[in-house]
């Protein structure tokens, strides 16, 4: 549809210039900073920073019926840089121009309601949205959308000539980072960081393909994360990890698109997510927050951030119920078939505890709560998950173990309905299902096989087969005959057809 074909009070809004003003907020002193320059801490006190817009009491004049009409209509357009998460551009870089905006097919993934079976065996109404149908296959690609528009933007107004974005990861970090600068090249070229033998080989190849140039590190991702930290401090480079607000910023997108697809009643929303480094449960956070307060939602959803016991700091923190007790500890982590959660220092902790206050004064009740689950939890959720028609990775797993503990821990009830994130695709953790299937998960997982569960591919080759086809040697007449005929009976007789 065409400007002119939008009802005549939208027009007006529904392609948005720039506008606003954006800066730097740090949540340690409350420092402002201009964002002509990345950032990532603190020049005063190095705590981390948020994106904060200054004008951003102009949206709430906006009426809620108005912003509800303007992102509904708003999937109308056909313009690329509107078809993403900048569908929400007031909220997502109001002062980037759609002309700086890196469009490669982001946000507004599929939702998919759980059938009867799996409702009724996780004892809850819920809800798959798939963000492991982004580009990059995971939720990271929101953020680094915006994150390299945003990189864009400083390239087209002369800010910056080349970057060399630089990035740590558990494996989808990179590949998405890798994924953009591909897009942006030859101005943007990324190096990313990985724990060696500590990412699938799917994840592997990802940044491999898009042509970054790909280290691999001793240690785990925390170890990754100090090397690119020191590389960003010394060097001339964009650091692509979610310390970035950026990332941050883009990955609020989750939010929004989750109100849109509850037409913006979220009251009995429950919104389940894992939580690693912490980034996503942070956005998730902070995009319900600046809905609330600009009007186009009344209530918060209640959330969940769920944690395998092998990787479980956020967890562990909240453990003690009295918030002033409460001291940040990080823990050394156990390998975790959730591996790109698989985290012991998360970085944006001080933003989860600040935001997480904010969250519940605003709904006026605690409305954030971490639950654990057992490695064996993840594996078996995800397994009968896609037993039942879904797709959901490790950590859709581990946030549908996290929803049935939630109910038996009484933070949920009945008249809830959930939503959990499958924060990947699942082909990109098949190695995990793959360990499953054939006995091979390492002792330190402590993960037993369900026999229901197992699966594996059966070789029919009848014992009255002489000849079989291969490939470049075909059978003809009789022998293909014989082999078409043999076959089948096998394969009918297995499924005890008749
Ligand atoms: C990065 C990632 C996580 C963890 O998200 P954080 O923002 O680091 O908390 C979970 N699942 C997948 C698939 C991821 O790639
Ligand atoms: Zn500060």
């Known amino acids: 549809m065409k400007r002119e074909d939008f009802p005549k009070d939208l027009q007006p809004l529904i392609i948005p210039e720039p506008s606003g003003r954006l800066v730097y907020r740090c949540l340690g002193c409350n420092l402002e900073a201009g964002i002509e320059e990345l950032l990532y801490t603190c020049p005063s006190c190095g705590q981390v920073l948020l994106l904060h817009d200054e004008q951003f009491d102009r949206l709430k004049k906006v009426p809620q019926k108005t912003w509800h009409r303007l992102f509904d209509y708003r999937k109308m357009l056909r313009i690329p840089a509107m078809k993403g998460i900048y569908r929400f551009h007031e909220f997502i870089g109001p002062v980037i121009p759609l002309d700086a905006v890196v469009y490669l097919g982001e946000g507004h993934t599929p939702i998919v309601e759980a059938n009867a079976a799996l409702q009724q065996q996780a004892g809850f109404r819920f809800f798959f949205k798939n963000d492991g149908q982004n580009p990059s296959a995971s939720f990271k690609d929101r953020g680094m959308a915006s994150a390299m528009s945003y990189i864009q933007y400083l390239i087209q107004t002369g800010k910056v000539s080349e970057v ?297 080759h009848p014992a009255d087969l002489d000849k079989v086809p291969a490939p470049g040697l075909p059978l003809t007449g009789k022998d293909f005959d014989r082999f078409v005929a043999s076959v089948s009976r096998d394969i009918a007789q297995k499924l005890g057809l008749h």
């Open 164 to 460: 060399l974005a630089v990035c740590a990861s558990t494996g989808d970090t990179s590949a998405a980072a890798a994924l953009y600068a591909a897009y942006l090249r030859p101005r943007v070229k990324s190096a990313v960081l990985l724990p060696h033998g500590k990412v699938t080989p799917q994840q592997l190849s990802q940044p491999l393909g898009s042509g970054a140039a790909v280290f691999e590190i001793p240690g785990v991702f925390d170890d990754c994360m100090k090397v690119v930290e020191a590389l960003s401090e010394d060097y001339p480079v964009a650091l692509l990890n979610s310390k970035n607000a950026w990332r941050i910023l883009g990955q609020e997108s989750y939010s929004y698109e989750i109100a849109q697809d509850f037409s913006y009643d979220v009251k009995d929303i429950v919104v389940v997510v894992p939580i690693g480094n912490a980034g996503n449960i942070t956005a998730v956070m902070s995009g319900f927050i600046k809905f609330l307060q600009a009007g186009v939602i009344d209530h918060l959803p209640k959330i969940i951030g769920v944690q395998s016991h092998h990787a479980n700091p956020v967890f562990r923190y909240y453990q003690e119920p009295d918030s002033q007790k409460r001291r940040f500890a990080p823990v050394t982590v156990q390998p975790s078939a959730a591996q790109a959660a698989m985290i012991g220092n998360p970085v944006s902790m001080p933003r989860v505890i600040h935001l997480e206050q904010l969250y519940s004064r605003l709904a006026g009740e605690p409305r954030v709560f971490f639950v654990e689950v057992t490695e064996q939890e993840i594996m078996d959720w995800e397994l009968t998950a896609n037993r039942n028609g879904h797709i959901a990775c490790t950590h859709g797993g581990e946030c549908l173990a996290g929803l049935v503990q939630a109910a038996k821990r009484g933070l949920v009830s009945a008249r809830e309905t959930a939503v959990i994130d499958s924060t990947a695709h699942a082909l990109k953790f098949a190695g995990f299902q793959e360990m499953y299937f054939q006995g091979r998960f390492p002792e330190e997982y402590g993960i037993t096989p369900d026999p229901q569960l197992l699966n594996a591919p059966v070789l029919i």
